[in-house]
């Protein structure tokens, strides 16, 4: 028994040491030919699937409306006096209102020459009383280096004569793995969007995201409940899109400035109608309204401020963004306001687990080889075909039913490579066993012989 258990761990570390070397390869590039499949497929996840196939489409979210953003700072501060007439509990506004580079001339900015508008937009931002701007986490060069994505040493503001009237929250949405890397760095990278930062320290002061300073004003007790979940990064469930083709000829035909694919996250109104009044001034009272860019008018292919996320109708090797940035904000406030989260396993778990299964399984391996020698090739894949499918199975059962994300990744993985890995195991184990045999037997005729 003991002999059969130290086969068992050493089959399950070779198996583990085997799937660290085939990350190590993947990432130095040897294989750079395939690397479009391997990126597309590393962006798929089973939950995604969940969140695109199988979960029903919940209502929308009344309490929720977005706005596109007009395209200048005029009208922009028109919206926000309209809006802030019907009461809302707050209106965020994801947009930066200051000079790129921090050029602070004419040519270089050329918002500053309508200095009418800058001061229309600073008076109803003070007006309003309720207004979040967004702000932005930097990194210098040499931080990031060394702390990529985890670790901020700066924020970027807009303009004193908007912020100072406003709440201010950044709105750095994370578009990498955990560790920040594959992160987009413009806007026209591709940026697929899976989870949120709730708050971060930055020079000793936290900082609040964008979209949970909104939750915040909005319901404060609801908001800390999330924040008392102490994640460092939440995984987004998200409820919904706005409608991402074009219905300025439905609104026409239809009278309509709101539709969806789906049943809408919540209500959104396009700029030229809500310019023209063409809305329900019921809809803002005591609600949270977002004015964004949701491109230059609803179905616009623009790429700008836009995201892959799970609700892609392509969930893998996908081609078109799906969200803009408001719209992953929206899907935020919903998730606190409905304290509908995402649960995860620690990664702790994730090791133990799959450890344990793979071990298991190689007792497994040991005992069919022995009792079913003839069939043993043929019964070890199609109980790592059978296994995989149950893992998977239960991932997407788990998440679609409790919103539990069984991140088991490192399980299938191991799943995947028991059967290669014990057949080489086993190869070796008995090359060294014939090899030591006939050094044992060569040894025993060579002292017979000298006995004789």
Not at 199 to 207: A, F, M, S
Not at 291 to 303: N, R
Not at 401 to 428: H, M, Q, R
């Given at each position: 028994m003991k002999?059969?258990?130290?086969?068992g761990?050493?089959?399950?570390?070779?198996?583990f040491l085997?799937?660290?070397?085939?990350?190590?390869?993947?990432?130095i590039?040897?294989?750079?030919?395939?690397?479009?499949?391997?990126?597309?497929?590393?962006?798929?996840?089973?939950?995604?699937?969940?969140?695109?196939?199988?979960?029903?489409?919940?209502?929308?979210?009344?309490?929720?409306v977005?706005?596109?953003?007009?395209?200048?700072?005029?009208?922009?501060?028109?919206?926000?006096?309209i809006?802030?007439?019907?009461?809302?509990?707050?209106?965020?506004?994801?947009?930066?209102?200051?000079?790129?580079?921090?050029?602070?001339?004419?040519?270089?900015?050329?918002?500053?020459?309508?200095?009418?508008?800058?001061?229309?937009?600073?008076n109803?931002?003070?007006?309003a009383?309720?207004?979040?701007?967004?702000?932005r986490?930097?990194?210098?060069?040499?931080?990031?280096?060394?702390?990529p994505?985890?670790?901020?040493?700066?924020?970027e503001?807009?303009?004193?004569?908007?912020?100072?009237y406003?709440y201010?929250?950044?709105?750095?949405?994370?578009?990498?793995?955990?560790?920040?890397?594959?992160?987009?760095?413009?806007?026209?990278?591709?940026?697929?969007?899976?989870?949120?930062?709730?708050?971060?320290?930055?020079?000793?002061?936290?900082?609040?995201?964008f979209?949970?300073?909104?939750?915040?004003?909005y319901?404060?007790?609801?908001t800390?409940?999330f924040?008392a979940?102490?994640n460092?990064?939440?995984?987004?469930?998200?409820?919904?899109?706005?409608?991402i083709?074009?219905?300025?000829?439905?609104?026409?035909?239809?009278?309509?400035t709101?539709?969806s694919?789906y049943n809408?996250?919540?209500?959104?109104?396009?700029?030229?109608?809500f310019?023209?009044?063409?809305?329900?001034?019921?809809m803002?009272?005591?609600?949270?309204?977002?004015?964004?860019?949701?491109?230059?008018?609803f179905?616009?292919?623009?790429?700008?401020?836009?995201?892959?996320t799970?609700?892609?109708?392509?969930?893998?090797?996908?081609?078109?963004p799906d969200m803009?940035?408001?719209?992953?904000?929206?899907?935020v406030?919903?998730?606190?306001?409905?304290?509908?989260?995402?649960?995860?396993?620690?990664?702790?778990?994730?090791i133990?687990?799959?450890?344990?299964?793979?071990f298991?399984?190689?007792?497994?391996?040991?005992w069919?080889?022995?009792?079913?020698?003839?069939?043993?090739?043929?019964?070890?894949v199609?109980?790592?075909?059978?296994?995989?499918?149950?893992?998977?199975?239960?991932?997407?059962?788990?998440?679609?039913?409790?919103?539990?994300?069984?991140?088991?990744s490192?399980?299938?993985?191991?799943?995947?490579l028991?059967?290669?890995?014990?057949?080489?195991?086993?190869?070796?184990?008995n090359?060294?066993?014939?090899?030591?045999?006939?050094?044992?037997?060569?040894?025993?005729?060579?002292?017979?012989?000298e006995?004789t």
């Amino acid at each position: 028994m003991k002999k059969l258990i130290f086969k068992g761990v050493a089959v399950t570390a070779f198996v583990f040491l085997s799937m660290w070397g085939f990350k190590g390869i993947t990432e130095i590039n040897l294989f750079s030919a395939f690397d479009p499949i391997s990126q597309a497929l590393s962006e798929f996840e089973l939950t995604d699937y969940v969140f695109s196939k199988l979960r029903p489409d919940p209502m929308p979210d009344s309490r929720i409306v977005l706005v596109n953003i007009g395209p200048t700072r005029r009208e922009i501060a028109q919206q926000v006096q309209i809006i802030s007439q019907y009461k809302p509990k707050v209106i965020g506004i994801d947009g930066f209102f200051n000079c790129e580079g921090g050029y602070y001339d004419t040519i270089s900015c050329p918002q500053l020459l309508d200095t009418l508008g800058n001061l229309m937009l600073s008076n109803a931002i003070q007006q309003a009383g309720n207004v979040v701007l967004v702000s932005r986490l930097l990194q210098t060069d040499s931080l990031f280096k060394t702390h990529p994505g985890h670790v901020f040493d700066s924020m970027e503001y807009s303009d004193p004569i908007f912020k100072d009237y406003a709440y201010n929250a950044y709105a750095n949405l994370p578009t990498g793995d955990k560790d920040g890397n594959g992160a987009a760095t413009y806007q026209e990278d591709v940026k697929i969007c899976k989870s949120i930062v709730p708050r971060i320290d930055v020079n000793g002061r936290e900082e609040l995201a964008f979209a949970v300073k909104m939750a915040q004003l909005y319901d404060s007790v609801k908001t800390q409940k999330f924040l008392a979940r102490n994640n460092y990064e939440e995984v987004i469930n998200f409820r919904g899109n706005i409608n991402i083709s074009d219905v300025r000829v439905k609104h026409l035909r239809e009278n309509m400035t709101s539709v969806s694919d789906y049943n809408a996250l919540c209500y959104a109104i396009d700029w030229i109608p809500f310019s023209r009044g063409e809305y329900d001034p019921s809809m803002f009272e005591n609600n949270v309204v977002i004015i964004g860019y949701l491109g230059d008018y609803f179905g616009d292919s623009a790429w700008e401020d836009k995201f892959f996320t799970p609700l892609n109708t392509k969930v893998a090797g996908r081609a078109n963004p799906d969200m803009f940035g408001p719209v992953i904000h929206a899907n935020v406030v919903a998730m606190i306001l409905n304290e509908d989260y995402v649960n995860e396993i620690p990664e702790w778990l994730q090791i133990a687990i799959a450890l344990v299964i793979c071990f298991l399984n190689v007792l497994l391996f040991y005992w069919m080889e022995k009792t079913f020698p003839l069939l043993y090739d043929g019964l070890s894949v199609i109980v790592q075909l059978i296994e995989i499918i149950i893992v998977s199975a239960l991932v997407v059962y788990f998440f679609a039913t409790f919103n539990y994300k069984l991140e088991l990744s490192l399980t299938i993985g191991a799943l995947a490579l028991i059967g290669p890995c014990f057949d080489i195991y086993k190869g070796v184990e008995n090359t060294l066993i014939e090899s030591l045999t006939r050094r044992a037997r060569k040894v025993l005729t060579t002292q017979t012989v000298e006995n004789t």
